[in-house]
């Protein structure tokens, strides 16, 4: 963040998550800790956020606006939004709709919080529909992945949108001036995969464009840092989001189980002990915690359900980073030139 940081207010979904409300005031108190100019307004049960507050050592001068209402993780998104006006999700989204707050974080119901957010804030101009983005670790540098699953079926047109909303996100956040761009795929080959992949790889290999489209790219490479912003339809992201987190959890637990097996592993752990604390931090979920809905006027970042209070103040952190760096604006400029050069591409077709 900036080295002057302006104050940043963050509406927080109190009751939202396996954990709430108790993660949810841990993961804030972990953030002030360290960034006294974040602000945190709680949303939800004031008899039972209260208490938590008083026990925390940073937070004595939090907001709690209280609600006995919350978004069940059962609920439909229609079924949120129809009866929800009331519960914590829904007054969060509104602080920051009405410029009360500067982002909303929420662990709730995942399809409850894009449908109230998308209501509230609205999409930007020119985009279909908006999308779920979040940041992934690779051997290289962080790559960032969308959708996630907001939209389980996409055609051509969503997944050129789906790249200059992720371009632009990556841009706004890394510094990096032309994030390579890729779409991904059953194979690298041209000929592979749907047609209305093969025609989103088209209209994104046109230079007037302004996207760096490197082409394909197949499941190994996400791992690999050889690509930036990984383009997909919200099925095949989840999945693949979902996936990686397994995958990280199989080789904690094997590890613990390889290094506490035998006197000799346990000796052997001592030598490399720091080098396997910082393997494990790397491909620790919790710190990519906090996916990010792009195509909205406003900033929402959704926590996942289960983390614990490490991961949640990961994804305060990432709605705190958004607005420091104006992301906003950087995004809605990039949706407006590409489709601009887009409609311009179909008059000269």
Not at 70 to 87: F, I, L, N, W
Not at 254 to 262: F, V
Not at 310 to 335: K, Q, R, T, Y
Request: net charge negative; aromatic share 6%; charged share 20%.
């Amino acid at each position: 963040m900036t080295s002057n940081p302006q104050k940043i207010r963050i509406a927080l979904d109190a009751m939202g998550g396996d954990n709430a409300p108790e993660c949810v005031v841990s993961g804030a108190d972990i953030v002030r800790a360290s960034h006294r100019h974040i602000e945190m307004v709680f949303f939800g049960n004031k008899a039972r956020i209260e208490p938590l507050l008083q026990r925390s050592r940073y937070l004595g001068d939090a907001t709690i606006i209280h609600t006995d209402d919350a978004v069940s993780p059962d609920d439909t998104a229609s079924q949120a939004v129809r009866r929800g006006k009331m519960t914590s999700m829904w007054l969060a989204i509104a602080s920051v709709a009405a410029g009360e707050a500067d982002a909303v974080v929420s662990a709730g119901n995942t399809g409850a919080l894009m449908a109230m957010s998308k209501l509230q804030f609205r999409t930007m101009p020119g985009v279909t529909r908006p999308a779920i983005a979040a940041f992934f670790p690779t051997t290289g540098d962080l790559m960032c992945m969308l959708d996630l699953g907001a939209n389980l079926e996409c055609d051509a047109e969503n997944l050129v949108q789906f790249a200059v909303l992720g371009q632009a996100f990556f841009r706004s956040l890394t510094g990096e001036a032309t994030p390579r761009v890729g779409l991904l795929n059953v194979g690298e080959e041209e000929q592979k995969g749907h047609e209305y992949i093969r025609e989103a790889a088209r209209r994104l290999s046109e230079a007037e464009l302004g996207v760096n489209y490197q082409g394909f790219v197949e499941g190994s490479d996400l791992v690999t840092g050889n690509i930036d912003v990984v383009v997909t339809d919200g099925f095949t992201g989840n999945v693949s989001l979902k996936t990686a987190e397994g995958i990280s959890g199989l080789f904690t637990t094997l590890l613990r189980r390889s290094l506490g097996g035998s006197i000799l592993a346990r000796i052997g752990y001592l030598f490399v002990r720091n080098a396997i604390r910082d393997m494990r931090r790397h491909i620790d979920p919790r710190y990519y915690n906090g996916a990010v809905f792009l195509g909205l006027n406003g900033i929402a970042v959704k926590s996942h359900g289960g983390t614990d209070k490490v991961g949640f103040a990961n994804a305060i952190n990432v709605a705190a980073e958004l607005v420091d760096h104006g992301f906003i604006p950087d995004v809605s400029d990039a949706i407006s030139r590409a489709n601009t050069q887009l409609e311009k591409m179909k008059e000269d077709a």
